[in-house]
């Protein structure tokens, strides 16, 4: 059975940094595509960054040059870094995975939440 565990989130002050981690585990051939969305109270889940198995990144326009998103394929973990933190980062943050069983198919993690307020 394949998880996504979350950790990583917090309470920083505006302008702080958090890294977020997800690590994928169970019984799977490979990972394609992993990402973060984030969802805020009254807002719709948006994404917030991706990262192919290649490493190719790609960014909504808010978080650029604020935040990284990297993966190690060995340890199966996708990586958030969060810099310059805004209030409006405020959000629950959750972990996507594209993943090949024996179909491929999308799963998440349970979420962590993420809170800027000074």
């Known amino acids: 059975q394949v998880q996504l565990v979350e950790s990583g989130g917090g309470l920083v002050q505006p302008g702080g940094s958090l890294r977020l981690s997800c690590a994928a585990s169970?019984?799977?051939?490979?990972?394609?595509?992993m990402a973060w969305y984030r969802q805020a109270p009254g807002k719709e889940r948006e994404l917030v960054a991706a990262i192919t198995s290649g490493g190719r990144a790609n960014y909504v326009d808010s978080v650029k040059g604020r935040f990284t998103i990297s993966r190690d394929n060995a340890k199966k973990t996708v990586y958030l870094q969060m810099n310059s933190l805004k209030p409006e980062d405020t959000a629950v943050y959750y972990c996507?995975?594209?993943?090949?069983?024996?179909?491929?198919?999308?799963?998440w993690g349970q979420g962590t939440q993420v809170t800027v307020s000074s």
């Open positions: 169970g019984s799977f051939f490979s990972i394609n595509t």
């Open positions: 996507n995975a594209n993943i090949v069983v024996i179909t491929i198919k999308d799963y």
